[in-house]
């Protein structure tokens, strides 16, 4: 019999593989939805701020010249004042909330603040508050802040992470107990990227009796949610990270219907009253979530959102998430095989099922590395002390190819020791 010779198929390389990638992506497309007024910059902050929809751009100018000039105060009754609460049941299917109980209103921190007042409330006889070192500083603050608010009734005990990337389900079910009023985790940790079993966290308070209060900031539109199937009780979250609705927009809270009736806003603004409009002296809260309005709505900021949650309608969160995974497991292989060596040490979980939307990438050079990718060579990071950079990846806008070019271009910074020509003091945003 005749041997054939073996060919050997040349190795694939990493920029074609990405190539290949980016040809089989069904969300490819969804990048030509945004506003790209530099095609070279490389985007890896989407998890702080989204980029800007083409649709909310022309949402925008149309409110502009036709609600706000020509429509004047007329616009409240042609769809301004509905605003927060349609807004809030596009978001609710992202987070797996039936309708009637989600809105818009406020920044996280103040919905945080309306929520965490609301949920020890219901909980008087019960002196805890379990959280975690992973919870983002303002939800901490908050809590302190309501404790204090409270007569310094209770006590907020966090559970720490060992290794500073993961926090086990265990740990955190072990430290809720028949004391504890109320359990708030960041579902996604804003450093390491760690993702908590919303499920199981959420049973375990029920049963020991808790109220769980879920923050969804780095979150919503990257990892599916489900809030309902968890028995969850309160939910809080951005909107200007993967949901891309613009700086400073407003941002969403949720609150289930099986306690709606017995919260109450510790902000009693004329929005969240039954009727604003009777000018009534006495204040009665609205039925349901709506009462947790505060008062008027920034209609400019919500025009903005609208459109942007569209694409996530239309792409689905199920391809979206599957694409973030994709897009982490195809930036870890360049990770080990090209940035170790430069001295790079993986801050987040390797398990993509513990792992939100983002890769956080350990240097003891990381701030001035940062400061580099931003200057030098156009790629958009961010910063966390003391020494993370974060990589977003957005899956309805960043592309594989264009992940492997900032492994390139993160590989010259080191390389050529452009970071030392910047200092190691720190802007006052990072
Ligand atoms: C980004 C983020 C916030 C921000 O809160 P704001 O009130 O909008 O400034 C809060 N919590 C988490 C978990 C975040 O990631």
């Known amino acids: 019999m005749e041997r054939r010779p073996t060919k050997r198929e040349p190795a694939e390389s990493d920029l074609d593989r990405a190539r290949r990638l980016d040809a089989a992506d069904p969300l490819a497309p969804f990048r030509s939805r945004f506003v790209l007024p530099d095609p070279s910059l490389i985007y890896l902050d989407g998890n702080s701020l989204g980029r800007l929809p083409t649709a909310s751009a022309a949402r925008l100018q149309q409110e502009i010249q036709q609600e706000w000039a020509e429509q004047l105060i007329r616009g409240w009754n042609r769809g301004w004042y509905e605003a927060p609460e349609r807004i809030g049941e596009r978001i609710a299917p992202l987070i797996g909330a039936a309708p009637g109980q989600v809105v818009v209103s406020d920044s996280t921190s103040v919905n945080l603040y309306k929520l965490v007042h609301a949920a020890l409330a219901l909980r008087p006889d019960r002196h805890r508050i379990v959280s975690s070192t992973f919870n983002f500083p303002t939800d901490l603050y908050v809590v ?244 993370h950079i974060r990589l977003g990846l957005a899956p309805l806008y960043l592309g594989f190819e264009q992940l492997h070019e900032a492994v390139v271009r993160l590989e010259q910074v080191v390389r050529e020791d452009l970071h030392l020509r910047y200092p190691s003091a720190r802007l006052s945003v990072t």
């Open 144 to 387: 302190q802040g309501c404790i204090a608010a409270a007569g310094h009734r209770h006590r907020l005990d966090l559970v720490a992470s060992e290794d500073e990337i993961h926090l086990p389900t265990e740990e955190v079910i072990a430290a809720i107990d028949e004391e504890t009023a109320l359990v708030t985790l960041s579902h996604v940790a804003f450093k390491s990227g760690f993702l908590h079993d919303g499920a199981r966290i959420s049973a375990a308070a029920r049963e020991a009796g808790a109220l769980i209060l879920w923050d969804l900031s780095h979150s919503v539109g990257a990892v599916p949610v489900d809030l309902d199937g968890w028995g969850a009780d309160m939910a809080v979250g951005c909107t200007y990270k993967y949901l891309n609705g613009g700086p400073g927009a407003p941002a969403f809270l949720y609150v289930a219907h099986a306690i709606q009736a017995a919260c109450r806003s510790p902000i009693q603004g004329w929005f969240g009253q039954q009727a604003p409009f009777d000018f009534d002296l006495a204040y009665h809260p609205a039925p349901g979530v709506r009462r947790f309005l505060v008062g008027t709505p920034p209609v400019l900021s919500l025009a903005a959102i609208e459109p942007a949650l569209d694409l996530h309608h239309e792409a689905g969160m199920e391809p979206i998430r599957r694409k973030s995974v994709a897009l982490s497991e195809f930036l870890l292989d360049l990770f080990d095989r090209r940035l170790v060596p430069l001295g790079f040490s993986l801050g987040s979980p390797r398990n993509a099922d513990h792992r939100g939307s983002h890769l956080s990438l350990r240097h003891s050079d990381a701030y001035r590395i940062c400061r580099a990718l931003i200057e030098e060579v156009g790629v958009l990071p961010d910063f966390r002390a003391p020494d």
